[in-house]
């Protein structure tokens, strides 16, 4: 009646340690977490860790965009990947102005995006026209056109800024303030 059972330890238990900078888990942790974060929230941290972005390159903007995909910045590392296809990117980066000609085929790649869903606008062209301010064969107020979800100014912006307009993304995604959801 009085018995007491000795605790049972495993070898991994003796033997792990502390190891500064590396965090280990447990499957009951992750069942406890699975247990107390809400299943949006989760899918969520997925989506604002891994948004791939569509590649069109356009006018002077569309060079800072590649730049922000090599070496020195390299997106990949935040899960900021670029896609060739619209079928694959979840984030159309509208890098500079649109010409009246090529608006019919950016909104059916756009169409093509699968959803959720999300508008960068890049560089003073997109925004508001820059140089090309009322001019006969570009396009004014993309954001009446489609649902910008960030405005990156500059002419052209740098990378970084880039990067910067990506971390205002994510953390709208997380906030589930982002309009190219519906919650």
């Known amino acids: 009646m009085g018995e007491v059972k000795e605790k049972k330890t495993s070898k991994l238990d003796e033997t792990s340690e502390e190891i500064p900078g590396v965090i280990t888990t447990t499957t009951s942790a992750i069942h406890n977490l699975l247990k107390k974060t809400k299943a949006q929230d989760l899918i969520n941290w997925g989506r604002k860790n891994s948004m791939w972005f569509m590649t069109q390159p356009m006018g002077c903007c569309g060079v800072e965009m590649i730049a922000a995909g090599c070496a020195h910045y390299d997106t990949d590392r935040f899960g900021i990947i670029p896609r060739n296809s619209p079928r694959h990117a979840d984030v159309m980066i509208i890098s500079g102005y649109v010409t009246k000609k090529y608006l019919p085929a950016l909104k059916r790649l756009w169409e093509q995006m699968p959803a959720p869903k999300w508008v960068i606008c890049m560089g003073d062209c997109s925004i508001s026209g820059g140089p090309f301010y009322e001019s006969y064969s570009t396009v004014q107020n993309i954001d ?24 205002e993304l994510q953390g709208k995604i997380k906030a589930k303030k982002d309009r190219g959801t519906e919650y």
């Open 144 to 167: 009446e056109i489609f649902p910008v979800d960030v405005f990156i100014p500059g002419c052209p912006p740098r990378p970084e800024a880039l990067l910067q307009g990506f971390v």
